[in-house]
Every structure is written in structure tokens, then in C-alpha cells.
T-cell receptor, first 113, second 112 residues
């Protein structure tokens, strides 16, 4: 079945460092891909998405490119801030699996001043 | 809009007791999802509804779990009887068609 694999956390970075969180997927057909963010004590919020190969999703300085050839959707940010500390979830919606999202296990990010 | 509203935010109960979690989706959304979040298993889809009709309940762990959506503005997830391994954060989310999922703040359940 469809699945998402994320790099294990926690990830600890200093402010202004470069961030990469790896995400790879397994799916039949042409899934849509998402990154969600969860701040402490809150529900998940959509960060960005891409619906077809080579699409780049971007929001709040974060970017991710849908790479069908490597089945990847890595999240990047050029300069992280303390306020980016959160848990990041990669997710997919399979083209053959209905409307629900399959989530990765999440990657915790801590940014220190 | 107030967003997806879940209650209670926290619930502590003893093994064997019935637990009912509640969710009010965003008005106008036609999909409602229940997810469970644990450290070990991450986010798992339990069940989802479209226009109040259950579409996929294959993620419901066992017969102790049941979910209903009597109308477009209310859903419940019931666990009876509860067990310690049911301890988790339960999230409700809603969406319009195949759009973005909007999550509630979650209900943290602890079963002693």
C-alpha cells in the first residue's frame, strides 16, 4: 500500500542554519504530496503541497520539490528560526486510495538561538 | 470560522470505562477524518466520512472502537471498554472535497 518514510529525529539546528528533512514515498499512480507542521499542543497545519511531478511547493521560506524519479519530497529551508521548532510530517494522498492522507511518523525540529 | 473543534481536550479514565470523543467540523466541509497519534505508530487514520457516510473504517483497531456522524456538524468516536493501550492523542480533521485537511487541537486520552 501507499506509505511515506521520513528521516528520524530529533533534528537540532542553530538559528540561521540550513534545514533538510528527507521524505520518500511508495505509491501506485500519481499521488499528491504534502508537508504538515505541528506546533506544541496544537493540531497539524498544512505547510505546503505539490500535486504532480516536478512541482515545487513553497510557504514561509520552506520548499519541497516533487521528484518522481527518486520518489522523494524533501523539505528545505535556507535559514531556520527559533519559531520553526515543531514536528514536521510528510504525507501523501494516493490517486487510488481515496481521500485520506497517509502520514510519515514525523520529524521533530529544535532550533536553538 | 472557529476551525475544527474537539472535546474534551484531555481525558483521564480507568480501564474498562467508556470514552466518547467529540468533533465539530468546519461548516461546509464534506469530509471528516479521525486520526490517532502515538509515539510508536505516528499518525494513523482510523476512519473517514463523506457527507456523513463512513467511507473507510479499515483503520479502526477493533470492535471496541466505533464512530458516528449523525449530521454534518457533529461526529463522535467511542471506545468501549477502554484499555491502557488506547492512550493517545485523537485528532479530528475536516476538508472540502480533496482539499486541505484542517485539524482540531486533539483530544489527549490517558487510560489508567
Amino acid at each position: 500500500g501507499d506509505s511515506v518514510t521520513q528521516m528520524e529525529g530529533p533534528v537540532t539546528l542553530s538559528e540561521e542554519a540550513f534545514l533538510t528533512i528527507n521524505c520518500t514515498y511508495t505509491a501506485t499512480g500519481y499521488p499528491s504530496l504534502f508537508w504538515y507542521v505541528q506546533y506544541p499542543g496544537e493540531g497539524l497545519q498544512l505547510l505546503l503541497k505539490a500535486t504532480k511531478a516536478d512541482d515545487k511547493g513553497s510557504n514561509k521560506g520552506f520548499e519541497a520539490t516533487y521528484r518522481k524519479e527518486t520518489t522523494s519530497f524533501h523539505l528545505e529551508k535556507g535559514s531556520v528560526q527559533v519559531s520553526d521548532s515543531a514536528v514536521y510530517f510528510c504525507a501523501l494522498r494516493g490517486s487510488n486510495s481515496g481521500y485520506a492522507l497517509n502520514f510519515g511518523k514525523g520529524t521533530s525540529l529544535l532550533v536553538t538561538p | 470560522d472557529a476551525g475544527v473543534i474537539q472535546s474534551p481536550r484531555h481525558e483521564v479514565t480507568e480501564m474498562g470505562q467508556e470514552v466518547t470523543l467529540r468533533c465539530k467540523p468546519i461548516s461546509g466541509h464534506d469530509y471528516l477524518f479521525w486520526y490517532r497519534q502515538t509515539m510508536m505508530r505516528g499518525l494513523e487514520l482510523l476512519i473517514y466520512f463523506n457527507n456523513n457516510v463512513p467511507i473507510d473504517d479499515s483503520g479502526m483497531p477493533e470492535d471496541r472502537f466505533s464512530a458516528k456522524m449523525p449530521n454534518a456538524s457533529f461526529s463522535t468516536l467511542k471506545i468501549q471498554p477502554s484499555e491502557p493501550r488506547d492512550s493517545a492523542v485523537y485528532f479530528c480533521a475536516s476538508s472540502w472535497d480533496v482539499g486541505e485537511l484542517f485539524f482540531g487541537e486533539g483530544s489527549r486520552l490517558t487510560v489508567l
